[in-house]
């Protein structure tokens, strides 16, 4: 029996990597020094897993600023407008990478970053590669060779773990009509043949693909392709062991296939799908060679591990198929977990009872190595203390009053239709609410955040050391946002915020007014590039004691006579970005949530504001991964938004956020959600978003982002006519809004200035313009 994990976090236990790639691209450390950081994260990160007894270490799952990036780098797939860069001898290599990913402005050249999306269901971005029809690849980088050789020299064999030329082309997309990227298998595979060689020249053992697909629904000619794949890698390379890695979801009807493979060995994401060992163990389809990878500790979740329930799979598949065939794992990549729960010494914020429960990235080393050696009967005298605490503090979590609430969970339990409903339909709230707000056509708003400067987090983070008192730090925060009012007046926007400068993010500051949420003070994890979250730990049942923004709402509205939108972060995203606790349905958990959040609304209300935003911008990415389960998650995630926004009469307006909107599948359910405005982001894909809101007739209004948030560029005011104009196609005018595209809490306050007068500029010409319309 041996160990193995997927691959482990890149950032660095306190972020070293994030705060030198930002201080890299500020010019103010080299790129040998931020090399330097990163090689030794890496060392750092090999001798760990080394140290904690991991049999098969991984490689290659270290990157600058994303793994598909990395890949899309290594196999020469540079978009053709990078073309300058990459000729021009005065850029490094790494201005070539990060220009793809953050796009760059420099003398003469001006060029976008290449798409940025969501991997699967987690809160991580990735690049997305782009493909044209013709579309050659080659070898263009040596990184997978250079880091197998890295850790050779520190005396480490590892497991090169690349993604499979499969799952590489799926993730990407076609940037030209007229051919399906899977198509561009034939050309890819000869350029994994290279790389794989070149590994087997150095004596490589494993090689793990990553084939995440696997967990989605696939075409024939989809699944063929992984077939083809891993033939003809196994034709070409008989002694090689290749691990195929499945995450996030089970094999599903993928399953057959995957038994099929020529491989090592399959790893299978047991958290997510414990029932599928079962089938796999049963199947007269699993080859007497194929090796089993059991991912029993949870690679995208903090709990610590259950031994008890952990062991009874193991023992099940060792009873089946023998020791020699079974390898332990955590579920996935250890890239969603936060590095170190050793970092937490301060009771004060993270508790002994609450800490007792959790394993970030090092505890789960632990874990693995040790579940092998009680599998196997090793080191026995330790490892079954360890299994009799473990055993122990599960049995303790299921009773304890700091988990559970009683009150909560009647109230849960008395939730009935109408707390799901507005009092009349949208078509009765819209005059009462036209009548009430006596906004203008096309009325301009933002949506929510204003730049969340280096000032502000500083100030923050002196309040939490104590060098800034609360009254300090409160005055500070409220100059920022009476200034921020009053910018917006003068800018003239119609409906203000007050700018979210007391919040670090917009779910962590709605967790640490929670009952039933704990924090940590180092449990980062990478979203995208260097930018990180501490994602909450909902640990036990939700409730609110007291309001958690009427004080920075009403604030701001009495500094102004125009209306000030309350700013609320909604259940289903407060869930999806936090670590959800296990012990009970995620649609519980958000229950409580949303019922939280319904007070903190009529709360708002009380306190006179009469526009409340909820923002969702992570509905759409809680979908599961599999089509046939999309209905039972919309059905309760959807609720629970409802829950949260009906309490209010029907004067009072409600509105919600998306970003990352395609809603081709779902529209029917955002229709559903009947916010009576939601904004959205539209600006990159030209307004062809609103496309699906025209053909269902959306009844309700929409703010089309008419710029994007993402890049400093200052849009003018000509192309945000011309999208208001194209949107005016799609929506007819009563029910528009003109909004950007996200919030601007990554922005400079120089840039979101001028954008905004140009946006509000934007909008009164089109009040003249299109005035007899309405
Ligand atoms: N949870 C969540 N998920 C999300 C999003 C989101 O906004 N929140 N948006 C999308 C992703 N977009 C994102 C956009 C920006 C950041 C971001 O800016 N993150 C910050 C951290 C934000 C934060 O919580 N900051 C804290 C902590 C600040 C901090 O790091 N302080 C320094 C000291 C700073 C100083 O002394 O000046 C330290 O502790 O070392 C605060 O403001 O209080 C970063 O990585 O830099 C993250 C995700 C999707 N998923
Ligand atoms: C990721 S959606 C962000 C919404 C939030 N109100 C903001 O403006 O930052
Ligand atoms: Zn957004």
């Not at 750092?44 to 793994?67: A, R, T």
């Not at 409903?421 to 949506?447: E, G, Y």
């Not at 409160?474 to 400068?501: C, M, N, P, S």
């Amino acid at each position: 029996m041996k160990t193995t994990i997927l691959g482990y976090p890149r950032i660095g236990s306190k972020r070293e990597l994030k705060k030198s790639l930002e201080k890299y691209w500020s010019g103010t450390v080299s790129l040998d020094t931020l090399l330097q950081t990163a090689k030794t994260i890496r060392q750092k990160n090999w001798l760990l897993q080394k140290e904690k007894g991991i049999d098969i270490i991984p490689s290659n799952d270290f990157y600058l600023y994303d793994q598909v990036l990395d890949l899309s780098f290594t196999l020469g797939c540079i978009p053709e407008r990078y073309a300058a860069i990459k000729n021009n001898s005065n850029f490094a290599k790494q201005d070539l990478y990060f220009a793809m990913a953050r796009g760059l402005q420099k003398d003469t050249i001006d060029v976008t970053a290449l798409e940025m999306t969501k991997w699967f269901d987690t809160n991580y971005h990735y690049l997305v590669p782009e493909f044209t029809k013709d579309q050659s690849f080659l070898v263009a980088d040596s990184k997978i060779i250079e880091e197998y050789k890295e850790a050779l020299e520190l005396g480490i064999k590892t497991k090169p773990v690349i993604l499979s030329p499969v799952s590489f082309l799926l993730s990407g997309k076609e940037k030209e009509e007229g051919f399906h990227r899977v198509d561009l298998l034939e050309k890819l595979l000869p350029v994994y043949e290279t790389i794989i060689q070149q590994l087997i020249d150095l004596e490589v053992e494993y090689l793990q693909f990553d084939e995440p697909f696997l967990a989605t629904n696939l075409s024939n000619k989809e699944q063929e392709a992984i077939q083809t794949t891993y033939q003809r890698f196994a034709n070409k390379f008989p002694g090689l062991k290749i691990i195929l890695a499945n995450y996030f979801d089970c094999y599903g009807e993928n399953l057959e296939v995957a038994l099929s493979l020529p491989v090592h060995t399959l790893q299978l994401d047991l958290v997510r799908c414990p029932l599928q060992l079962d089938d796999i163990l049963n199947s007269k389809k699993l080859q007497a060679h194929t090796h089993l990878s059991l991912g029993v500790v949870d690679g995208r979740n903090i709990w610590k591990n259950n031994f008890d329930a952990s062991l009874n799979l193991i023992q099940k598949a060792i009873g089946a198929i023998g020791k020699e065939r079974i390898i332990i794992s955590p579920s996935c990549s250890l890239l969603h977990s936060p590095c170190d729960l050793d970092l937490e010494t301060n009771p004060k914020i993270l508790s002994k009872e609450v800490k007792q429960w959790l394993a970030f990235s090092k505890q789960k080393l632990e874990e693995v190595t040790t579940l092998k050696q009680l599998a196997n009967q090793e080191n026995l005298e330790i490892s079954l203390v360890k299994l009799h605490e473990n055993t122990k503090i599960h049995e303790l979590k299921k009773t304890t009053p700091l988990i559970h609430n009683s009150k909560v969970k009647e109230r849960v339990k008395a939730l009935t239709k109408e707390d799901s409903q507005r009092a009349n339909p949208f078509s009765v709230r819209q005059k009462l609410q036209k009548t009430a707000l006596n906004l203008p056509l096309f009325p301009t708003t933002t949506i929510g955040s204003f730049p969340q400067t280096k000032e502000v987090r500083s100030w923050r983070a002196k309040h939490k050391k104590g060098i800034l008192s609360a009254k300090e730090y409160q005055d500070l925060l409220e100059k920022e946002t009476k200034e921020t009012i009053q910018f917006q007046e003068e800018a003239g926007l119609d409906v203000l915020v007050h700018g979210e400068f007391e919040r670090n993010d917009m779910v962590e500051y709605f967790g640490e007014q929670l009952q039933g949420f704990a924090f940590t003070q180092f449990g980062w994890v990478q979203s995208y590039g260097s930018r990180c979250v501490k994602p909450p730990i909902i640990y036990g049942d939700v409730s609110r004691e007291n309001s958690m923004t009427v004080k920075w709402s009403s604030y701001a509205q009495s500094l102004t006579n125009k209306p000030v939108k309350g700013m609320l972060t909604g259940p289903v995203t407060i869930l999806q970005w936090s670590f959800v606790r296990n012990d009970q349905s995620h649609s519980k958990t958000c229950t409580q949530i949303a019922l939280a959040i319904r007070d903190e609304v009529v709360d708002l209300e009380k306190a006179g504001l009469q526009i409340i935003q909820i923002d969702e911008p992570a509905i759409r990415e809680g979908l599961p991964l599999r089509k046939e389960d999309w209905k039972a998650y919309l059905n309760w995630a959807i609720k629970a938004f409802r829950i949260s926004a009906s309490g209010v009469a029907d004067e009072t307006q409600i509105h919600t956020h998306m970003c990352y909107s395609e809603f081709n599948d779902i529209i029917s359910d955002i229709a559903n959600m009947d916010a009576d405005v939601i904004t959205i982001e539209c600006s990159r894909s030209q307004m062809e978003l609103l496309d699906v809101f025209a053909a269902f007739k959306y009844p309700n209004e929409i703010g089309p982002g008419v710029y994007d948030i993402h890049s400093p560029r200052v849009p003018e005011r000509e192309e945000m006519i011309t999208l208001i104009e194209k949107a005016v196609k799609y929506i007819p005018v009563e029910q528009l809004w003109i909004n950007p595209d996200c919030g601007l809490k990554t922005r400079h306050w120089e840039e979101t200035k001028k954008a905004l007068l140009e946006m509000v500029g934007a909008a009164q010409k089109c009040r003249e313009e299109f005035s007899v319309l309405a």
